[in-house]
């Protein structure tokens, strides 16, 4: 079980000024899925709609975004009414069964309470053959986040405690009845040229540590910055199922 702290209502606006959408992780679930553009598409914890606002502009599918924050769901709505933006959680979803084609969350599983229900759910609701995607990080890449890690080391604990294994995920996905269980890696270097989306704790994980560890890290990472841009490196797990 995990429970998490973050109040998303709260932190909406920063979210969607400041996180992007991961370039890898899209092609990724895009060139795995092969979307058609007649195919429905679900992100389960959709935020403020990243990732299936990108799906729309794409491929032009059915799209639905579902997530449990009105504050992320409104800041969704704000940007495009072309996508079912609803409120609901991963572990009841409210559709019919045989419904997507696609069922995919990104950053999101180690908000779920229930891994076993959300899987059951997510495979209920696919059509047969249908793929199922849960995009999160694994414990080595909590452990060498960067700059996230080198600058707020407290994360990396905090952070281990609330994400679930992958190989635990796996076997409740096993358990849940998909099939053809596998999972791809994916990263995106970039040169982090402006700290405000730190400054903002638009990274979740920043509010998990004390005032102390936060400023500590943001001092040092403005020192630094003042000599050039800071390497930065984005990592996440994809990991498949088919119904
Ligand atoms: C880190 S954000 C990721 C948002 C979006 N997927 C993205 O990558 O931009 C995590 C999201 O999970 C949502 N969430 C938390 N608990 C959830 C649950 N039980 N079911 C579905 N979504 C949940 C939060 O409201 C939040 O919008």
């Known amino acids: 079980m995990n429970h998490s702290t973050i109040d998303y209502n709260t932190i909406a606006l920063e979210y969607a000024q400041n996180r992007r959408l991961h370039p890898n992780v899209f092609k990724g679930i895009l060139s795995t899925s092969r979307v058609k553009t007649d195919d429905r598409v679900l992100e389960v914890g959709c935020g403020t709609g ?10 032009g599918c059915l799209c639905w975004g579902l997530d449990p924050s009105t504050g992320m769901v409104f800041e969704a709505k704000r940007r495009s009414n072309n996508v079912n933006f609803q409120l609901g959680n991963a572990e009841t979803l409210q559709f ?18 229930n891994h076993f229900n959300y899987f059951q759910e997510a495979r209920r609701v696919l059509k047969t053959g249908g793929k199922f995607c849960t995009v999160t990080d694994s414990e080595w890449i909590i452990r060498h986040r960067q700059p996230l890690a080198a600058y707020f080391p407290e994360t990396v604990e905090t ?32 040169k982090l040229e402006d700290i405000r989306a730190y400054q903002d704790k638009a990274f979740s994980a920043l509010h998990l540590i004390s005032i102390e560890a936060f400023q500590s890290g943001l001092d040092q990472m403005k020192k630094d910055l003042s000599n050039g841009p800071i390497p930065g490196v984005s990592r996440y797990l994809l990991l498949w199922g088919t119904k």
């Open 159 to 190: 952070e281990l405690k609330r994400y679930p294994r992958i190989a635990q995920l796996k076997e409740i996905m096993k358990q849940a009845g998909f099939s053809k269980i596998t999972e791809k890696a994916v990263e995106f270097h970039y």
């Open 50 to 59: 990243n990732y299936i606002l990108a799906f729309k502009s794409t491929v």
């Open 96 to 113: 019919k069964d045989n419904y997507f084609d696609i069922v995919y969350s990104v950053d999101v599983i180690h908000h779920v309470n």
